[in-house]
């Protein structure tokens, strides 16, 4: 393990370097995550200078393996908690546990990680005269009354249940946006992201879609909990990306929130009859109560996306099932190889 001496020695010398470049410098939070390693690729692609900061918590290495010899590509191994001084055009800040089972293993860390993680990053913007996007989630809307979900809904929102401190830390963070945009003039851009899935989720990450693909592979019987007529709707990774990229790249007067997800609603037993279909698996479908303060309807409303971003999602559920069943086919058979190595 690294001294703090050590690693300011070497942030020193990654802003020396970085300052000498003419591409923009971007820092990516949470890099080593889902979303922030397809973030840092396609920032790559386009001839920037990236940061991966993460704490590894939920973020694995492996994601961001491939990247390490590229000469544009940085990784710190850091909690946004703690402040950071880098020199940076702009941050997207996607640090933070987004699965249930991740963010209620330590509700007051997540809660950190929102609020005072999204105020040290903001501070850096506003010294580093920064472009910030803040991935917010479609769960500020809560357990919503209103469908599909509009920008300007306000959300029905348990502040003491245990999704609270995700759902309230995201609504917080946003606040803190607005107010370093209307005080310090800080550029803020607010992504509020529906449920979105596809290679690099975790096997254990506990969203469904991950849960029914791993269980169906491996000839589980897969839950759902309620009786499955609850609905989301289903954004693949790369448009998410994609959305980001025209968020970020958006005139400063657009600050959002703004909605990023796929229109198009699915219920739960039909996803993981889906998921059946297209593994062949022999999987039962069992049924289980549905937990405290789970939405019954999650759908967004991407008028606005599409008026001022041209943005919207191109991806099918099928198409977008199918890469997914791969990665996690190639994921568990290279686990099974290695037991077989160890037995």
């Known amino acids: 393990m690294r001294c703090p001496h050590e690693v300011l020695i070497a942030i020193r010398g990654l802003n020396t370097m970085l300052a000498n470049l003419g591409s ?103 010294r580093r005269n920064a472009r910030f996007l803040q991935a917010s989630t479609s769960e500020v809307y809560g357990d919503p009354n209103v469908h599909p979900q509009v920008e300007g809904y306000w959300g029905n929102v348990n502040p003491f249940g245990p999704r609270a401190c995700y759902d309230e830390g995201k ?19 607010i992504a509020r992201i ?20 791993v269980q169906a592979l491996k000839g589980d019987d897969i839950t759902i909990y309620g009786d499955g007529s609850q609905t989301r709707s289903f954004c693949f990774v790369d448009d998410l990306i994609d959305g980001f990229l025209c968020l970020m790249a958006s005139p400063a007067s657009f600050t959002g929130p703004v909605n990023l997800g796929n229109p198009c609603e699915f219920a739960i037993g039909e996803l993981a009859e889906q998921v059946i279909e297209l593994t062949g698996s022999r999987s039962r479908i069992v049924n289980h109560p549905l937990p405290t303060d789970d939405p019954r309807q999650r759908c967004p409303n991407i008028s606005l996306a ?12 099928f198409e977008g099932l199918g890469r997914t069943i791969r990665h996690f086919d190639g994921l568990l058979a290279n686990a099974a190889s290695k037991l077989v190595e160890v037995a």
């Open 194 to 213: 529906f449920n979105t899935y596809g290679p690099r989720m975790r096997p254990d990450d506990g969203r469904v879609v991950s849960n029914f693909i």
């Open 24 to 126: 923009k410098r971007i820092l990516v939070t949470g890099g080593a995550g889902f979303l922030g390693s397809h973030l840092c690729e396609a920032l790559l692609r386009s001839g920037h200078h990236v940061i991966c900061l993460d704490n590894l918590s939920t973020g694995l290495r492996r994601n961001i393996e491939h990247l390490t010899d590229t000469e544009h590509f940085s990784f710190i191994k850091h909690d946004i908690v703690t402040p950071i001084a880098l020199e940076v055009d702009q941050i997207f800040n996607l640090a933070c546990p987004a699965s249930p089972p991740h963010y209620q293993a330590d509700p007051i860390h997540t809660t950190k990680t929102s609020v005072l993680g999204s105020l040290n990053l903001l501070e850096l913007a506003r």
């Open 171 to 189: 609504r917080c963070a946003e606040t803190l946006c607005f107010d370093y945009h209307q005080r310090h003039g800080v550029e803020v851009k």
């Open 306 to 317: 599409m008026r001022e971003l041209g943005w919207q999602p191109r991806v099918t559920l």
